[in-house]
């Protein structure tokens, strides 16, 4: 089997934070592997994430594996850097149950927005609704 053509290094674009971090992240490590053997459609999702103005993140593969922007790592807190990388399922167990329905639906094809939603995240070691 061959091996994946490399990523350009400039892959993803962007000069954020967050677009270094996917750049230098050892993805052989997670359960999505090499970035240069991802599917095109995760690389284009991945590529576009850092350049959104607000805060965004991919969930890929069975264990929705996490890739963020600048603005999502803002509301990371003290999850990040662990959470690049890391199934949202460890990440956010606090909101498990609240995600867990939704992500069923979205799997499903749904499509949902949620506007002033308050959820229960742990930041910084205390539990608020953020």
């Known amino acids: 089997m061959s091996q994946p053509d490399p990523l350009p290094a400039t892959w993803p674009t962007g000069e954020g934070e967050m677009a270094r971090r996917v750049r230098t992240h050892d993805w052989a490590a997670t359960p999505l592997g090499p970035a240069a053997a991802w599917p095109?459609?995760?690389?284009?999702?991945?590529?576009?994430t850092p350049a959104n103005g607000s805060p965004a993140v991919v969930l890929?593969?069975?264990n929705l594996i996490q890739i963020y922007n600048d603005?999502?790592?803002d509301?990371?807190?003290?999850?990040?850097?662990?959470?690049?990388?890391?199934?949202t399922r460890e990440c956010w167990p606090e909101v498990?149950?609240?995600n867990a329905p939704i992500y069923d639906r979205?799997?499903?094809g749904e499509i949902l927005t949620f506007e002033d939603a308050l959820y229960p995240i742990t930041r910084s070691g205390t539990l608020k609704d953020a």
């Open 40 to 48: 095109e459609a995760l690389r284009a999702l991945v590529d576009l």
């Open 71 to 73: 603005g999502y790592r």
């Open 96 to 98: 498990w149950h609240i």
């Open 75 to 87: 509301l990371m807190g003290g999850k990040h850097p662990a959470g690049l990388g890391q199934p």
């Open 106 to 108: 979205v799997h499903e």
């Open 60 to 62: 890929w593969g069975e």
